[in-house]
């Protein structure tokens, strides 16, 4: 009979353990800790460089060995200070999609001292303009494409004293503008020798500001520490650990599996805390192989398992039942797959199964987390995710979870309310907004905005979303956003934001408009007028018209579900 996950726990979290647990003060509260947490980014950089000469990136025809991305980041972490000024706490931005020059910029910033400012690279230039803006960004990384994008931008973040450009070469015109540095050209010279700059660092100073869509209609800066991200990545070794430690044991006489270094499939952008805190750092850590992907496709996806002998891959939802869909998946081979690892959005129950069908060697997990909670809270994996195939499973050993009323009272077992988080991986709030961090922030514990569950052995089902949101495709899309830009053009007296649903992305953005007595609008119109300020993925897929008011309750708010059972059932 296997091991209960009462007694791996137990037996992993004891005394003189690996994932030891230990109680300190962190901002003034009594905090659960993984006593063996690496105490900053640069730590684990440093550790990174024992893996040597195996492979850490696959990028199209590019590789890079963890010996040569620590020799890049070391020389670039010295040029952001001896040449660019970069100081302990100064802002250092990224906006470029999946290159390997996004992990050398992120891990270079963090070991120059900087508190690292990934942005999105889907958003427009307005958005990614307030995003340098308010974060008072010094230096910023940048690919071609947002380079070309920002161009009319730059005069209005004058904060920004130095734009280093990586693949200058691709896109539009090629090259750098005028002022801009070539990363490539930084990137020149790399001593074999180089080592990372000396930094006043500690564990609980500022490392990351991540953003995160805004329920007022702007992105809040997620303001997350080196303790952080560096208990996100131990809590991950701990359910891997936990999970083996579970599972039945091969059947006698059955062969040995080959010790093989993991090799990730990278689907989902290294600008959200799952790509970046979840995949990146674990895989620098632990020394697995990320193949990266210019743009999510099934078909490559399958090609890349083959050619790399892909061990995990996952993203959201929908993009593992793409690839378990593709009509050419029987001919590939996928023997090397030993676990499919998803979160971000919600998982059909029966995807876990399809799983288990298409990969007789390898296994599902689904987690639960968010930018607040530097990614992973809670894990269900192995025969307890076959078990409860609807839960997002249980909080690591060093989280609490709890479900509370709308007073803030905990909640029983089983009773349904917003599910609250505490641990080390709790971000220290927002960005410069002192308001909405007392609002979602108290005595350590996150309000995550999601209604949940807890059932009597600890298990976290995630019932409905309280906040006024979206999840398209694993991107978090909040209605008041889009509806504040909607109410901006001059024909729309009304608009409200409503989901659609969709077999792939999960939602799609949808939108019911009243207009102004005597003026005139399509459905394109109010489209293109979206794009032009917010990202493609927020634009509304279909656009109704009502001629009479939307609907609101006596408090004047609009009755979203009503609009939904009417228009898309």
Same mark, same amino acid.
């Given at each position: 009979?296997?091991? #209960?996950?009462?007694?791996?726990?137990?037996?992993?979290?004891?005394?003189?353990?690996?994932?030891?647990?230990?109680?300190?003060? *962190?901002?003034?509260?009594?905090?659960?800790?993984?006593?063996?947490?690496?105490? +900053?980014?640069?730590?684990?950089?440093?550790?990174?460089?024992?893996?040597?000469?195996k492979?850490?990136?696959?990028?199209?025809?590019?590789?890079?060995?963890?010996?040569?991305?620590?020799?890049?980041?070391?020389?670039?972490a010295?040029?952001?200070?001896?040449?660019?000024?970069?100081?302990?706490?100064?802002?250092?931005?990224?906006?470029?999609?999946?290159?390997?020059?996004?992990? =050398?910029?992120?891990?270079?910033?963090?070991?120059a001292?900087?508190?690292?400012?990934?942005?999105?690279a889907?958003?427009?230039?307005?958005?990614?303009?307030?995003?340098?803006?308010?974060?008072?960004?010094?230096?910023?990384?940048?690919?071609?494409?947002?380079?070309?994008?920002?161009?009319?931008?730059?005069?209005?973040?004058?904060?920004?004293?130095?734009?280093?450009?990586?693949r200058?070469?691709?896109?539009?015109?090629?090259?750098?503008?005028?002022?801009?540095?070539?990363?490539?050209?930084?990137?020149?010279?790399?001593?074999?020798?180089?080592?990372?700059?000396?930094?006043?660092?500690?564990?609980?100073?500022?490392?990351? =500001?991540?953003?995160?869509?805004?329920?007022?209609?702007?992105?809040?800066?997620?303001?997350?520490?080196?303790?952080?991200?560096?208990?996100?990545?131990?809590?991950?070794?701990?359910?891997?650990?936990?999970?083996?430690?579970? $599972?039945? /044991?091969?059947?006698?006489?059955?062969?040995?599996?080959?010790?093989?270094?993991?090799?990730y499939?990278?689907?989902?952008?290294?600008?959200? $805390?799952? &790509?970046?805190?979840?995949?990146?750092?674990?895989?620098?850590?632990?020394?697995?192989?990320?193949?990266?992907?210019?743009?999510?496709?099934?078909?490559?996806?399958?090609?890349?398992?083959q050619?790399?002998?892909?061990?995990?891959?996952?993203?959201?939802?929908?993009?593992?039942?793409?690839?378990?869909?593709?009509?050419?998946?029987? +001919?590939?081979?996928?023997?090397?797959?030993?676990?499919?690892?998803y979160?971000?959005?919600?998982?059909?129950?029966?995807?876990? @199964?399809?799983?288990?069908?298409?990969?007789?060697?390898?296994?599902?997990?689904?987690?639960?987390?968010? #930018?607040?909670?530097?990614?992973?809270?809670?894990?269900?994996? &192995?025969?307890?995710?076959?078990?409860?195939?609807?839960?997002?499973?249980?909080?690591? /050993?060093v989280?609490?979870?709890?479900?509370?009323?709308?007073?803030? !009272?905990?909640?029983?077992?089983?009773?349904?309310?917003?599910?609250? =988080?505490? &641990? /080390?991986?709790?971000?220290?709030?927002?960005?410069?907004?002192?308001?909405?961090?007392?609002? +979602?922030?108290?005595?350590?514990w996150?309000?995550?905005?999601?209604?949940?569950r807890?059932?009597?052995?600890?298990?976290?089902?995630?019932?409905?979303?309280?906040?006024?949101?979206?999840?398209?495709?694993?991107?978090?899309?909040?209605?008041?956003?889009?509806?504040? *830009?909607?109410?901006d053009?001059?024909?729309?007296?009304?608009?409200? *934001?409503?989901?659609?649903?969709?077999?792939?992305?999960?939602?799609e953005?949808?939108?019911?408009?009243?207009? @102004?007595?005597?003026?005139?609008?399509?459905?394109?119109?109010?489209?293109?007028?979206?794009?032009?300020?917010?990202?493609?993925?927020?634009?509304?897929?279909?656009?109704?018209?009502?001629?009479?008011?939307?609907?609101? !309750?006596?408090?004047?708010?609009?009755?979203?579900?009503?609009?939904?059972?009417?228009?898309?059932?």
């Amino acid at each position: 009979m296997s091991m #209960t996950v009462g007694e791996a726990t137990e037996r992993l979290t004891a005394p003189g353990q690996m994932f030891e647990i230990d109680q300190v003060e *962190v901002r003034g509260i009594s905090t659960k800790i993984w006593k063996n947490t690496p105490p +900053t980014l640069a730590d684990i950089v440093k550790l990174s460089r024992g893996h040597g000469e195996k492979t850490f990136i696959v990028y199209e025809g590019d590789r890079l060995s963890f010996e040569e991305h620590f020799r890049a980041v070391a020389h670039v972490a010295r040029q952001l200070r001896d040449r660019f000024g970069v100081r302990e706490g100064d802002r250092v931005a990224i906006a470029m999609r999946n290159f390997p020059e996004w992990s =050398i910029a992120f891990w270079a910033a963090a070991c120059a001292g900087a508190v690292v400012v990934p942005l999105n690279a889907w958003w427009t230039a307005e958005e990614l303009q307030y995003g340098l803006d308010d974060s008072g960004a010094k230096v910023v990384f940048v690919d071609r494409e947002r380079e070309v994008r920002l161009r009319d931008a730059w005069a209005s973040v004058p904060g920004v004293e130095a734009v280093i450009v990586a693949r200058a070469s691709d896109g539009e015109g090629g090259g750098v503008d005028s002022g801009h540095v070539d990363m490539a050209d930084l990137l020149t010279d790399v001593s074999d020798d180089v080592e990372l700059p000396e930094i006043s660092v500690d564990t609980d100073d500022d490392a990351t =500001i991540f953003y995160t869509s805004g329920t007022t209609g702007r992105p809040k800066g997620a303001l997350g520490t080196h303790r952080n991200i560096c208990t996100n990545v131990i809590s991950l070794f701990f359910t891997a650990a936990r999970g083996a430690m579970r $599972a039945a /044991p091969p059947a006698e006489g059955a062969p040995k599996l080959p010790e093989v270094q993991n090799a990730y499939l990278l689907t989902v952008p290294l600008f959200h $805390a799952t &790509g970046c805190h979840s995949i990146l750092v674990a895989n620098l850590l632990a020394g697995g192989k990320l193949v990266m992907v210019r743009k999510f496709d099934a078909g490559q996806a399958l090609e890349l398992i083959q050619q790399e002998k892909v061990t995990i891959f996952g993203g959201v939802p929908a993009m593992a039942m793409q690839i378990l869909d593709h009509p050419d998946f029987d +001919t590939y081979d996928t023997s090397s797959v030993r676990s499919v690892a998803y979160g971000g959005a919600p998982a059909p129950p029966d995807l876990v @199964r399809r799983i288990k069908q298409h990969f007789p060697g390898g296994g599902a997990s689904n987690g639960y987390g968010m #930018t607040e909670t530097s990614s992973l809270s809670t894990m269900n994996q &192995g025969d307890d995710y076959v078990r409860k195939p609807d839960s997002v499973g249980l909080p690591v /050993p060093v989280v609490d979870v709890k479900v509370v009323d709308p007073l803030g !009272n905990d909640l029983a077992p089983g009773e349904v309310g917003e599910l609250w =988080i505490k &641990g /080390p991986n709790i971000v220290k709030g927002y960005w410069n907004k002192p308001e909405a961090t007392a609002e +979602t922030f108290t005595d350590g514990w996150v309000h995550t905005g999601d209604v949940a569950r807890i059932d009597d052995e600890g298990f976290v089902y995630i019932v409905d979303r309280a906040k006024d949101m979206l999840i398209r495709g694993g991107e978090n899309i909040y209605c008041v956003e889009i509806e504040a *830009v909607l109410h901006d053009h001059p024909a729309v007296s009304d608009a409200a *934001v409503i989901g659609i649903p969709d077999d792939v992305l999960g939602e799609e953005v949808g939108a019911v408009v009243q207009l @102004r007595p005597g003026t005139t609008a399509t459905e394109d119109e109010l489209r293109d007028h979206v794009r032009k300020h917010l990202a493609g993925f927020k634009v509304p897929k279909k656009v109704w018209f009502s001629d009479e008011p939307l609907p609101r !309750n006596p408090a004047g708010k609009i009755l979203k579900r009503q609009l939904r059972d009417e228009l898309v059932g």
